[in-house]
């Protein structure tokens, strides 16, 4: 079953714009998929692979130059030498306007720093997140449980996500030059599970884990790098109130959540007392992941001050701010609405939107409506 992705169209655009571009994101996610339909024509090399890898390691230049006019080269980060030659098979190709590379990779941090290296100027950089009902049409049910990714979305997800969490903290990190704990780390998923959209406390989870905060960083640094948390920053302007400055850390993907938390039906996930939190991580992420392709510069937010008045998400598209309440019911509380109208005069948002699930769209306050996701796939704010 292969479905539409909805990057097919920036990575199409980025192309025409860009002698090369970088296409990250979660291994498994669909990325050499993506990249084979856009560019039907182009030469595949899989960068991991012993032979290649070793190709590539010893002499890239040479490699690169043998190449046709479109090569897409796969796990590239594997080969950190290949960046510096890649810069130099650009750059003779200066004169020809056309795409000649497509470069994928499942490491963040290793990844965008050989990029910001050796390749400033001269890529597009897209990031490919799990799918979204909008592109399957399986349902937001379905999504919310097994999550985005492919494979767990064609079978049963818990037996999928237990083999690539393991493969990704104990194979892909060390395979990227890091030295992870993948015992330490997967404790340390399960306690962010545990805390769903908490305020970030370092000192509370290292003392909780037996370590420093200075190890609970580097492991979150870790997570984040490999697409499997997300941390999202308060949003700052300039009022007389005391705000709270901690990120907030959600697991990323509501399928791992869910496994994490030992959630395998839906019914387990309708009684389970992290329902709203996980509803309210699964809409975070299905926004941004459909926002980037609309507006590919939006900054990501949450607001929150001391006295408890809040935005769970706050999208600012240069001048214009967007503030966003995300709740595990009809969304319809004309109480909810007053309070976010609050937020709008705080942080000068334009429009304030609670998202339920399973109600009705309607307009709450002037400026505060409801919108049911699971009835509006396709919903943008």
Known sequence: MDWKRLAELRLRELSAQFPAVVLVGPRQVGKTTLARASFPDADYKDIES????LRFAEDPAHELSLLGEMTILDEAQSVPALFPALRGAIDSRRGDRRCHFCILGSAQPAIIRAVSESLAGRIGLL?????????????????????????????????????????VLQRDLAAYGFRPDALFLRRLLTMLAAQQGGLLNLSALGNSLGVS??????????????????RLAPYFCNIR?????????FIRDS?????????????????HPLRGASWEGFVIEDLIRRERFDHPFTQFFFWRTATGQEADLV????????????????????HDARKLETVLDDIGATEGWIIGYGGESMQLTPRVRSVSLDLNPEWLP
């Open 127 to 167: 990031e490919l997140d799990p799918l979204t009902p909008a592109e399957t049409g399986l349902g937001v049910q379905k999504h919310w449980l097994s999550g985005g990714f492919p494979e767990a979305l064609r079978g049963e997800f818990r037996s999928w996500w237990e083999p690539y969490i393991s493969t």
């Open 315 to 334: 999208l600012e598209r240069g001048s214009q701010r967007i503030a966003l309440e995300i709740k595990a019911n009809s969304g319809t509380n004309p």
């Open 241 to 249: 109130k005391r705000l709270v400055k901690s990120p907030r850390v």
């Open 50 to 53: 012993p032979l290649v890898s």
């Open 213 to 230: 905060y200075h190890t609970v960083e580097h492991g979150l640094d870790l997570l984040e790098g490999v697409f499997l948390v997300r």
């Open 255 to 271: 399928g791992l959540l869910h496994h994490l938390l030992n959630i395998a039906t839906l019914e387990d996930l309708y009684n």
